[in-house]
């Protein structure tokens, strides 16, 4: 299928999403087996996650979901300032993301922050 074969979407397809400042609804970037996929630097410059709109994939309803992404290391989202919801990231090889102090980084953040 498009999502996980010879075609499937990689890192160097989502560079074209590096100006993006706002989502409405919500992030989820899940079991990606690409290993090119080792950071979110198309990301960059994300300010605003909403998480208005739950996924019909989701099984919990988090504004932010980085999960089992084979490769991914390192999860920073350096100038995200809003999250709209609990947000989830976990992945083997994610790093030093239960060491950022997320409520400190993103203006008013209420929500959990699971990185199982």
Request: contains cysteine; aromatic residues 6%; proline residues 3%.
């Amino acid at each position: 299928d498009s999502w996980t074969g010879p075609d499937a979407i990689t890192a160097v397809d989502l560079e074209a999403l590096d100006e993006i400042t706002n989502i409405t609804g919500r992030l989820v970037i899940v079991d990606s087996p690409d290993p090119s996929f080792t950071n979110l630097d198309m990301f960059r410059r994300l300010e605003v996650v909403g998480g208005h709109k739950k996924s019909k994939r989701a099984v919990d309803d988090f504004a932010i979901e980085i999960a089992n992404n084979t490769a991914l290391e390192t999860a920073e989202l350096v100038a995200l300032k809003e999250v709209g919801g609990p947000m989830k990231l976990a992945g083997d090889s994610l790093c030093y993301v239960d060491r950022v102090d997320w409520a400190a980084r993103i203006d008013g953040l209420q929500a959990t922050v699971d990185v199982s």
